[in-house]
C-alpha cells in the first residue's frame, strides 16, 4: 500500500516547483501554512509568486538542497522532507537521487493532487484538449457564483492571479492531466472530458491506451460529463451528461443559434430540450463554446441559475497562452495560443479568421499570419501528416526548429521537415529556425492590419514583446512622415 501524503506539518519539497501543475499544489500547501520548500532549473514569476506565499525557494537543483530540506525537531531528531516530483524530473536528477538516498517519503504530483481531491467535493476536468480552458472557466462560474471552490489548473487566469485559489468550499476544481497515465489516480464527485485524441506519443503508443486511462478515470468518477462532439468520449466513455454544439445530437446540453464575430460568440443554451437562455462569450472559437458548454453543465448541476451563469460567463476574460490578446500595434493584432496538437491548431486558427473580419479604418486586407514552433519531437514526428493538414485557415505560416521540452530526437526530426511538410498543402509556407530569426522575418513580413498569433507551449512566446516593440516603433515612423 503506498505511504500516504502527510498533510498535518510534515515538511513537503518539490523538485520542479515552478511547473505549471506542481506549482498549483505547492501554492494550495503553502496557504495551508505547511512548510514547503521547492527547487527548480527555472526560476520564473510563478517561483516569484511562490516565494511571496512563504515558499523557500532554493537558487538551483542539487543534491544538498534534500539536506536543507530536512527539519530538525527541538530534540535533534530529524524529519525528512516528503518530496515531490513532475513527471519531468528525470530518475537521474541529482536532487532526486539525494531524496532517494536519505529515504524520503517520495511522491508524483498526482498523487498529492488526488489526496487533495480525496478531501474535497472534486470536480475534475480532463480530456486531450481544453483542461486549462474550461477548468478555468468552471473554476471562475463557481467563484463568481458564490461557492468558492479551491482550484489548481494547468494555467494563469486573472481572476485568482495565477494557476491556484484556496477557496472557503468543499469543492475543488482540478484540472486532471493524462500526459503520464497519472489520471489513472484521481477520483472525483464531477468528471469531465472533453475529447480523447493521441497527443503524447512519448506516453502511449495508440489512442486504445489513451482511451484505457480515461475509461479508468471514468470508472472513479459519481458522474462523468463528456462531449457528444468527440465519437470516441460517446462510444468508450458513454458519459451520463453529454454537451454538443450539434442540435441533432440529443445531448443534455446543447447550443444553437450559434453567431461568432470578431467580438464573441452568442448562442442558446438548452438543458434537455428546455431553453435555458442566451449565452454571450467574449473568447472567440467554437471549441470555447464547447468548453463553455462543459463549464454550464457543471454548474447546473450544483444548482447554478442559468440567469447568474451567463451573467458571469459574459465577463470571462479567458486562461493566459489561450488566445490571449498580447497587443495591437500598427494596427496589427498580436495573440498568443497555446496550441500545439494539429486539432488545436485547426481550431484556433478557425478562431483567428473569424477576429480578422474585425474591419480596421485604413485597411481593406487583413492576413492571418501563424508563427508555430513545433512542440516535442515524439509529437511531431507522430503526427506530422496531420500537422501538414492544419494551416489552411492561415494566409502565412512561418515555422520555428522544434521545441524539444526536454526529449530526444531518435529520428532526427527538424523543423525544416515539418515546413516542408506544411509545403504540401500550403503555398505561404517559411521557416525560421531561431527566435531571432522569426523577429527578422516578420519585420520583414507584416503588414499593418495583419493578425498574428503565435502557437506555441513552448518559448515562442518570449519574442512578442520585442516584435510588437519593432511595429510600434513603425507605427511613429509611419505618423512623422505623413505630417
Ligand atoms: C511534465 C508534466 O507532467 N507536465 C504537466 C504537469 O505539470 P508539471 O508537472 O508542473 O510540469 P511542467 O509544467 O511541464 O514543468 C516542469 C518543471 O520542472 C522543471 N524541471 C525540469 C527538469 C529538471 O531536471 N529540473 C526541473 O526543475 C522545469 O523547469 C519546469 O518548471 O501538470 C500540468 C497540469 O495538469 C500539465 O499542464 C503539464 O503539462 C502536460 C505534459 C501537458 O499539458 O501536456
Ligand atoms: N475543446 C477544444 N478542442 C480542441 N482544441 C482546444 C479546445 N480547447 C482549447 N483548445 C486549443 O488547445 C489549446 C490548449 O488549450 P488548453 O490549455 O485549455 O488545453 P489542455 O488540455 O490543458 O492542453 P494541454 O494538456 O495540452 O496543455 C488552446 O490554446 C486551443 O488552441
Ligand atoms: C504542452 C504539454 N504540456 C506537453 O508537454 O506536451
Known sequence: MPMA???NGRPLHF???????????????????LPVSGSDCHLTHITRRLQ???????????ADNIAQATQTLADDTQVLPQVVCSTAISPSNPEYKAAMDAGCPMFHRSDILAALMNESQGIAIAGTHGKTTTSSMVGYLLLKAGIDPSIVIGGEVAAWQGNAHVGTSDYMVAEADESDGSLVKLSAEIGVITNIELDHPDHYS????????????????????GSADCETVMNQIQPN?????????????????????????TAEIWERGQRLGELHLAILGRHNLSNALAAIAVARRLGVEFDVISTIMATFEGAKRRFDHRGFHNNILFIDDYAHHPSEIKVTLAAAKVKSTESLEGVNQRLVVAVFQPHRYSRITTLLQ????????????IVTDIYSAGEKNPSGITGEDVTSAIGEHHTQVSYAATLDDVKAK???LLQPGDLVIFLTAGNLNQVIPDVMDYQAKQSEKTALTSV
Open 5 to 7: 501524503v502527510d498533510f
Open 15 to 33: 523538485i520542479g516547483v515552478g511547473g505549471i501543475g506542481m506549482s498549483a499544489l505547492a501554492y494550495v500547501l503553502a496557504e495551508r501554512q
Open 52 to 62: 511571496e506565499k512563504g515558499v523557500h525557494i532554493f537558487w538551483s537543483q542539487e
Open 206 to 225: 495508440t489512442l486504445d491506451e489513451v482511451v484505457g486511462i480515461f475509461k479508468h478515470f471514468a470508472h472513479q468518477c459519481d458522474v462523468v460529463i
Open 241 to 265: 451528461v453529454t454537451y454538443s454544439l450539434r442540435p441533432e445530437s440529443g445531448a443534455d446540453y446543447i447550443a444553437t443559434d450559434i453567431c461568432e464575430t470578431s467580438q464573441g460568440t
Open 386 to 397: 496531420e500537422f501538414s493538414m492544419a494551416f489552411a485557415e492561415a494566409d502565412q505560416v
Open 442 to 444: 516578420l519585420a520583414a
